[in-house]
């Protein structure tokens, strides 16, 4: 009699802030909010994410004033609250080797994260983990990987199957934006 083996499968949605203001000049990056087209995209992208139908077990965020903005955004569109979103520093503009650490240590009780941060490591992470090449994750842009792993740990370079990438200027209603 042949065993049926499950396999969990966890997966990842990296999430890059959405397009940030240089209005004032002399705010430090890390206090730097969403301009307007932000403001519009991130929820804009929620609404996609949620009628995609994807569920979302926890939200990791850069303490970054834009990352979390972005992040709050996405989780009311899922009806979840700000207090829910878990801030990491170690977010803020990391190397895609500190972000897989912190991934890798995620509960396993979670079968799906959303990571909201920056470039150029979101986009380095998403090419490492799934060996194919992302020229560039715009702002708001959102990246799908799915692991045929039974825990976080077990997730590293080229283990990723990217299942879809998209952001807001494919979409006619945000190209003016």
Request: glycine residues 8%.
């Amino acid at each position: 009699m042949e065993k049926n083996i499950f396999r969990n499968m966890k997966t990842l949605y990296i999430i890059r802030h959405a397009k940030s203001s240089w209005k004032d000049l002399g705010i430090g990056d890390h206090d730097r909010k969403l301009n307007e087209r932000g403001k519009l995209s991130a929820p804009f992208m929620g609404k996609k994410l949620a009628e995609k139908g994807e569920q979302i077990d926890i939200y990791l965020s850069s303490t970054a004033k834009r990352a979390f903005r972005t992040a709050r955004y996405i989780a009311k569109a899922f009806g979840l609250k700000k207090n829910e979103i878990i801030q990491k520093n170690e977010l803020y503009h990391a190397g895609q080797r500190d972000m897989l650490k912190m991934i890798n240590a995620i509960h396993n009780s979670h079968n799906s994260a959303a990571v909201f941060g920056h470039n150029p490591g979101f986009t380095d992470l998403s090419n490492h983990l799934t060996g194919e090449l992302i020229d560039n994750i715009p702002t708001c842009g959102i990246v799908k990987i799915e692991f045929e792993v039974d825990t976080w740990e077990a997730i590293s370079g080229g283990n990723g199957r990217l299942i879809w990438f998209d952001y807001p200027k494919r979409y006619p209603e945000m190209q003016g934006s």
